[in-house]
């Protein structure tokens, strides 16, 4: 099965400022470990993120990258591997099909890996990361850092798997 996560409120704490530079970028407790326990439960583990900083002008793809590789070398110290990320770098009006909550990364995904939207659980803090794994037809994870309080408000579904955090969702999904 594969993975896909959320990075901003899943792995890493949110900022209403945008995470713009790799000193900004902290991770949630338990996050980094969490991925390093699913990487050695042999699940293969990628990143889907809305980057809209980038079209904002606020940093370039070379500081994302930077952002990145500090988020990629302590998931590595945990003995985790994140196998790819993907990212949208257009802006809320730009009216792409990659910036979620439309499909088309995840559609991409499942299209780069040649798996079914059945091989893969979403997880993810917002009502915009559900409405994408729902697009594509995929099991989705909600989880309570980040947005996800707040989403988990505007839930009108009850059916959703809500757990607390990254570190809930690896005890969930390594459990099955």
């Given at each position: 099965?594969?993975?896909?996560?959320?990075?901003?409120?899943?792995?890493?704490?949110?900022?209403?400022?945008?995470?713009?530079?790799?000193?900004?970028?902290?991770?949630?407790?338990?996050?980094?470990?969490?991925?390093?326990?699913?990487?050695?439960?042999?699940?293969?583990?990628?990143?889907?993120?809305?980057?809209?900083?980038?079209?904002?002008?606020?940093?370039?793809?070379?500081?994302?990258n930077k952002i990145?590789?500090?988020m990629l070398d302590?998931?590595?110290?945990?003995?985790?591997?994140?196998?790819?990320?993907?990212?949208?770098?257009?802006?809320?009006?730009?009216?792409?099909?990659?910036?979620?909550?439309?499909?088309?990364?995840?559609?991409?995904?499942?299209?780069?890996?040649?798996?079914?939207?059945?091989?893969?659980?979403?997880?993810?803090?917002?009502?915009?990361?559900?409405?994408?794994?729902?697009?594509?037809?995929?099991?989705?994870?909600?989880?309570?850092?980040?947005?996800?309080?707040?989403?988990?408000?505007?839930?009108?579904?009850?059916?959703?798997?809500?757990?607390?955090?990254?570190?809930?969702?690896?005890?969930?999904?390594i459990r099955k």
């Amino acid at each position: 099965m594969l993975i896909i996560l959320d990075r901003d409120g899943v792995i890493n704490f949110e900022s209403v400022d945008y995470i713009k530079s790799p000193q900004e970028w902290h991770p949630i407790p338990g996050s980094i470990e969490a991925i390093g326990r699913l990487s050695k439960a042999g699940f293969k583990i990628v990143i889907a993120t809305n980057q809209s900083g980038i079209a904002r002008g606020l940093y370039t793809v070379e500081t994302l990258n930077k952002i990145h590789q500090k988020m990629l070398d302590l998931i590595k110290a945990a003995g985790g591997e994140i196998d790819r990320i993907y990212f949208c770098p257009h802006h809320p009006d730009d009216s792409c099909d990659c910036r979620k909550p439309a499909p088309g990364m995840l559609k991409n995904i499942l299209s780069d890996y040649q798996i079914t939207e059945k091989d893969c659980v979403f997880v993810g803090d917002s009502i915009r990361d559900l409405d994408a794994a729902k697009a594509i037809g995929c099991k989705f994870i909600l989880v309570k850092t980040g947005n996800g309080l707040k989403s988990l408000q505007e839930l009108e579904a009850d059916d959703i798997p809500v757990a607390d955090d990254l570190s809930h969702v690896a005890e969930m999904i390594i459990r099955k």
